[in-house]
């Protein structure tokens, strides 16, 4: 299986050393979980252009500091790829930011959040890996979220701050979650720091970084999203 990383946005230059891109945390996580699979990004932050959609047997998007209402070179053309392969049916996965432009290409709508930055541990009920609905803690980092769902699409994760957390659509095989399955406890903690001492987030909430750890939970049910996809084509 070759899935398309599609780079929304980098890591802050001062933790690449340590922590590389948002690509690599995702295909190092998903690899022991896909080993049938091979990875290749496609940075359209920084002004690569994406091929078909047909190119990969599945496409991830990835956060990014920019919001998906930005006058970017690179935002108009990602959704007009979005709508492309969600016409053909090509497994899509988004977070954070890959979430939100999956909605607005596809007719929903993202706005900052009134309730301000969500960040830390968010805990959310959600009906993703199958079985009862149950609460589990995701890291989180955002203020956009979407405020309208797109039509065809279904909650299947929420939060009493975030109502449209994780949606799975009817027509498409598309998966997006709001929060960052991808980020560990260190690096969320030292993404809050740098992004602190910079003043690059203006009121981002101090002491943030949660004291519990995440698990590969959300990591599993994107691999097993993506196990799906592979199995039925």
Not at 92 to 117: D, N, R, S, T
């Amino acid at each position: 299986m070759n899935i398309g990383i599609i780079e929304c946005g980098p890591v802050p230059e001062a933790l690449r050393g340590t922590y590389v891109s948002y690509p690599a945390m995702f295909a190092a996580q998903l690899a022991p979980l896909l080993p049938f699979a091979s990875f290749e990004t496609v940075s359209v932050v920084n002004g690569e252009t994406l091929t078909a959609p047909e190119a990969q047997d599945a496409w991830l998007l990835t956060g990014s500091r920019h919001g998906v209402y930005d006058d970017l070179p690179w935002i108009a053309p990602l959704k007009d790829f979005i709508r492309a392969a969600a016409g053909v049916r090509r497994p899509l996965v988004g977070v954070c930011f890959g979430h939100q432009i999956l909605a607005e290409a596809l007719g929903g709508q993202v706005e900052k959040a009134p309730v301000g930055w969500r960040v830390g541990l968010e805990r959310y009920t959600t009906t993703l890996g199958g079985g009862a609905e149950r609460t589990v803690a995701m890291p989180a980092f955002h203020q956009d979220q979407v405020v309208v769902p797109p039509p065809g699409s279904e909650v299947v994760a929420s939060s009493p701050a975030c109502a449209y957390a994780a949606l799975r659509y009817a027509y498409a095989p598309i998966l997006s979650v709001q929060f960052h399955p991808e980020f560990s406890r260190p690096y969320l903690a030292d993404l809050i720091d740098v992004l602190a001492k910079q003043d690059a987030a203006p009121g981002l909430p101090p002491d943030a970084a949660p004291d519990e750890a995440g698990d590969d939970t959300g990591m599993r049910w994107i691999a097993g999203f993506l196990a799906e996809q592979w199995a039925a084509a």
